[in-house]
């Protein structure tokens, strides 16, 4: 099972690098691959997986609520193609 979640941060924020770091922090204990930057993969295990990362965002979003938004996609249970112009070299994939 996979699910997507990208996120934007505000680009006056003075906190830019905190908040980014923050959330990647609720990313911790999944597989992910990073195709675009803010934009990410990961691989869950069960649906109870999607709302702990949505309450782990949720909460750290809140922390910076005029700053950040983030969306997730719904479950997917299927392998996807994904087309990518150009694989980014570093940090591509990465298991936390």
Same mark, same amino acid.
């Given at each position: 099972?996979? =699910? %997507?979640?990208?996120?934007? !941060?505000?680009?006056? &924020?003075?906190k830019s690098t905190e908040i980014d770091d923050a959330m990647k922090q609720g990313l911790n204990g999944y597989s992910w691959i990073q195709p675009l930057s803010k934009f990410? !993969? =990961?691989?869950?295990?069960?649906?109870?997986?999607? %709302?702990?990362?949505?309450? $782990? =965002? =949720? &909460? !750290?979003?809140?922390?910076?609520?005029?700053?950040?938004?983030?969306?997730?996609?719904? %479950?997917?249970?299927?392998?996807?193609?994904?087309?990518?112009? $150009?694989?980014?070299?570093?940090?591509?994939?990465?298991?936390?």
């Amino acid at each position: 099972m996979h =699910l %997507i979640v990208s996120w934007k !941060i505000e680009e006056t &924020s003075e906190k830019s690098t905190e908040i980014d770091d923050a959330m990647k922090q609720g990313l911790n204990g999944y597989s992910w691959i990073q195709p675009l930057s803010k934009f990410y !993969i =990961l691989e869950i295990f069960s649906p109870v997986d999607w %709302i702990v990362i949505q309450e $782990r =965002l =949720l &909460s !750290i979003a809140q922390n910076f609520s005029e700053e950040v938004n983030f969306i997730m996609s719904p %479950i997917y249970h299927e392998e996807t193609d994904y087309f990518t112009f $150009r694989i980014p070299e570093n940090n591509f994939y990465r298991r936390t």
